[in-house]
């Protein structure tokens, strides 16, 4: 349904999602500081999404880090740093089918054990209904823990959530 591009810092596509209207201020401050520096010193990819109308609707960023090893026996896991949908167009599911995209991602990076472990994090605040909707549909759990404070954005709590990402072994017939 949707086509991945996988896109690099100063382009025109960056350009493009840093153009768009969020709703919610904390996204466009993740696209300017946190996922450049991300890309730049960690191990981040940034993908757009375009429909079969050659429009670019959304874009999904993965990481490989270690902000929730304590859940993984101390090592680095994939992690879910935002997605979002071009807010000025018609979702047709394109969340979900971004969400399916970053699961895929980060099954074939876990399927080298010595990169990060099979288990995907991802954070999104509690208020979030429509994120935490979409993320559950797509077979995240919260992991056992309270909402936690956000100290970059005062009153926010987010939500920890995983899922597996192990590559089923196939069976001999
Ligand atoms: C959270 C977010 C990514 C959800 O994206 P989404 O594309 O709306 O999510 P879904 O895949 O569940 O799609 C739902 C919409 O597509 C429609 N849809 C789903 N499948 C469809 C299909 N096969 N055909 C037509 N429409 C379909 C649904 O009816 C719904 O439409 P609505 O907007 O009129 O209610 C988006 O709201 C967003 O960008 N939010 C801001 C950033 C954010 O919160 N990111 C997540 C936390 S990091």
Redesign the pocket.
Known sequence: MLRAVAIQLGGTEYDTILSWP???QY?AKLLHVDIPRRIKFGDCQVWVYYNPDKQMV?FGVLDINDCYSDYTLSKPHPY?V????N?TI??????????DHLIGAATVLAANPLRCCDRLF????VD?D??I??YM?CGFVPVECEPIPDPLEAGKQYLVMSRSVAVEPTRAP
């Not at 018609?90 to 969400?99: E, L, M, P, R």
């Open positions: 969020y709703a919610d996204v959304g879910i935002l997605l979002a949908i807010p018609k979702s047709f599911g394109y969340g979900t089918s971004i969400v991802l954070d999104v605040y979030n429509r994120g909707d979409l549909r």
